[in-house]
Each structure stands twice: as structure tokens, then as C-alpha cells.
């Protein structure tokens, strides 16, 4: 599998202004302020067509990097073993699974969601996407959701 994912933290002032204002843009969705893409775009200054771009591939970086909710889709092959070793994976990094769901498989691929639950003492979620990306079979990792 290629290496399509790589993190990087980097000082606010080294990220691209249109970047920043995806994330400004987010911000103002989640809280409620702005009911639609485009007031939020208008809002801060950008295209509906840079908000979408970016808006799967920037977060606001936690200063608490331990303790949290994350959610994320993968896509793999349906192989006996697969799904245990991904959930061996989230075992290896204290995660807690909440919610699960397994789509039917469709020419030997399957899509699997989950919600995990990462314990604040023990657990790094960065280090287990990571590793759950690397497992011989998984093509494709996405987070949707961290809180």
C-alpha cells in the first residue's frame, strides 16, 4: 500500500491562508453559526470549491493528544482474519470500539466504519490509524469525526 497519509504538525504561521480558512469555515458549521457551505465560504473569505478540497485533510491540532473519539471508514480486502487484526490493532492501542458496521463485501472489498473510544492514560489514536494503515489488506483509511 502506498503511503498516502502522512502527518505533519506544523506552526500556524507556515500554513497556507486558504487552509486556515477551511478551518475558520468548519468551525463556524460545527458551532451552528452559519447554516450552509456557502454563508460559512462567504463568511470567511474563500471558494466553496477550496472549502471541499481541504475540508477532509486539515484539523485543528489538540494539544491533548491522548483521550478521544475518533471515527473513520477503511476499505479491505474480505479475507478470514482481516477485520481481527485491524480490531487486534485497536487492542494494541487501548482503544475502546463503540460502534462497529461492516458493509457486504463487493468484489473482495469491504467497507467497515468505526467509532473508537481512545482512554486518555494509555492510548495514542495517531499511532493506531498508522498502524491499522499499514496491515497488509487495508487499502483505504479516512477519519471522519474526532472529539
Known sequence: MTDHNKYYVVTEKAVPDVLLKVVEAKKLLDTQKLDTVQEAVDAVGISRSSFYKYKDDIFPFKEKTKGENITFI???DDEPGLLSAVLAAIAQFHGNILTI???IPMNGVAGLTLSVAI???EGD????VDNIEHIKGVHYLKILGRE
Do not use: G
Not at 489514536?125 to 493506531?128: E, G, K, N, V
Open 74 to 76: 477503511l476499505q479491505m
Open 101 to 103: 458496521h461492516q458493509s
Open 119 to 121: 482512554l486518555p492514560t
Open 125 to 128: 489514536a495517531a499511532a493506531m
